[in-house]
């Protein structure tokens, strides 16, 4: 009896797959993720609109009652919203990959000489422009209504790649549920009701000491206070303290449990 490997093109090839190769292959999925948006510029609705809808909403309502004026906010809100903003953005990844397995793309991936990994490590990295493009439009959107970090060029550039690796990392916890879950919109439900509650409980809007007691310790503790205040320490003065720390430490526990997970996951069902 004949193997199967014989009536399968792509088995052989992708059971010698380098690592050379495999990130050949990753990348050259993150170009389709790229293409797709280039057709469908819809997709980049969210990552376009929401961060300058949301900072001229949140600046104008919250300003005057929160700091006294607007550009008093603006160094406390434009870091919050870009958390925020970008954070949100990342349930875009397990959207999108439960869509494309619903849809029978990654069983036609399985035909090609290809890594296993690349479609999913593609979507991944792909999914990174899109934070770079909320991040920049936050910060301009910010610039234009008047905020100015005192913080430098340079420490704002650094403040930007701390939410972006951030939000890379967050979205393997999506994409797990894109592998798991049934269907695109159980995706997006169960990622809402996981990030609304964290974004919005808090500093991001407003200062911790404004709220009850037990619902400042959770603000206090909540990972995403961490991190705006990671980003306003080195946007708004250049600084950099302990939460910067514990942001990238966060990020990088996230991705140690779940991107194993998520890849055996994947492996198991494509």
């Known amino acids: 009896?004949?193997?199967?490997?014989?009536?399968?093109p792509g088995a052989r090839l992708k059971n010698r797959t380098s690592f050379g190769q495999s990130v050949r292959h990753s990348l050259t999925m993150a170009y389709r993720g790229l293409l797709k948006i280039r057709r469908t510029p819809e997709q980049l609705f969210?990552?376009?609109?929401?961060?300058i809808i949301f900072t001229l909403m949140f600046t104008y309502i919250f300003g005057?009652?929160?700091s006294g004026d607007v550009l008093s906010y603006l160094p406390v809100i434009i870091?919050?919203?870009?958390?925020?903003?970008?954070?949100t953005t990342s349930i875009v990844t397990g959207v999108q990959l439960r869509e494309d397995m619903d849809k029978g793309v990654f069983d036609r991936f399985k035909s090609l000489p290809i890594a296993r990994i690349a479609p999913l490590a593609g979507a991944l990295l792909a999914d990174t422009i899109r934070y770079t493009i909320a991040t920049v439009l936050t910060f301009g959107m910010g610039y234009i209504m008047g905020y100015r970090p005192d913080g430098g060029l340079g420490h704002v550039a650094i403040a930007a790649l701390l939410v972006i690796f951030s939000s890379w990392a967050i979205s393997w916890i999506f994409a797990f549920f894109g592998v798991i879950a049934r269907t695109a919109s159980s995706v997006q439900g169960i990622s809402m009701i996981v990030l609304f509650p964290l974004t919005f409980l808090s500093n991001a809007f407003v200062?911790?000491?404004?709220?009850?007691n037990w619902l400042q310790w959770f603000a206090d503790i909540n990972p995403i206070s961490h991190l705006v205040t990671a980003v306003r320490d080195l946007a708004n003065s250049g600084s950099v303290g302990w939460d910067l720390g514990i942001s990238l430490i966060g990020a990088a526990v996230v991705v140690a449990i779940f991107a194993p997970i998520t890849v055996r996951a994947y492996m198991r069902r494509t």
């Open 207 to 212: 200062p911790t000491k404004t709220m009850p």
């Open 79 to 87: 870091p919050g919203i870009l958390v925020q903003t970008v954070i």
């Open 64 to 66: 005057g009652a929160i």
């Open 1 to 8: 009896m004949k193997s199967t490997t014989a009536f399968y």
């Open 46 to 51: 969210d990552v376009t609109l929401q961060p």
